[in-house]
């Protein structure tokens, strides 16, 4: 997989090269269930996306599961999400389609995507 575009813009002001970075990366974390080769190998599960900060569309996802489908799965339903839908359509989606042993992990690191994200916006906010 590529890394994320850093959405990288420069320009010039006062003469100085200014830049600004419209990609964010944020993560979600979650204790994953015992005795699963999941958590033998990664004790936590994390849920890593790189989004689009003008328009709150996941860009690229990964997640720390032991298979390559499971992580190109769940990257896949990401991809293309908007996070200022919130986690409900996701978590559908997700609750209906993926049925492996680190669901309940994998639906607690998506809310904290989230709820990252909303701690993001708000700030992004109060500076404008």
Partial sequence: ???CDTGLFLWEKEGFIMQERN???ISGYAKLPANTTAEAVYNMLAVVVCFDKR????QQAEVTVVTGLAR???ADLMIGYNLNDGPDALIELFDSTYYGHAKRAMETAIR???AKYNDLHFQD???N
């Fill in 125 to 127: 906010q109060i500076r």
């Fill in 55 to 58: 328009s709150g569309i996941i």
């Fill in 112 to 114: 904290t995507v989230f």
């Fill in 72 to 74: 190109d799965f769940v």
């Fill in 1 to 3: 997989m590529a890394a």
């Fill in 23 to 25: 990609n964010i990366l």
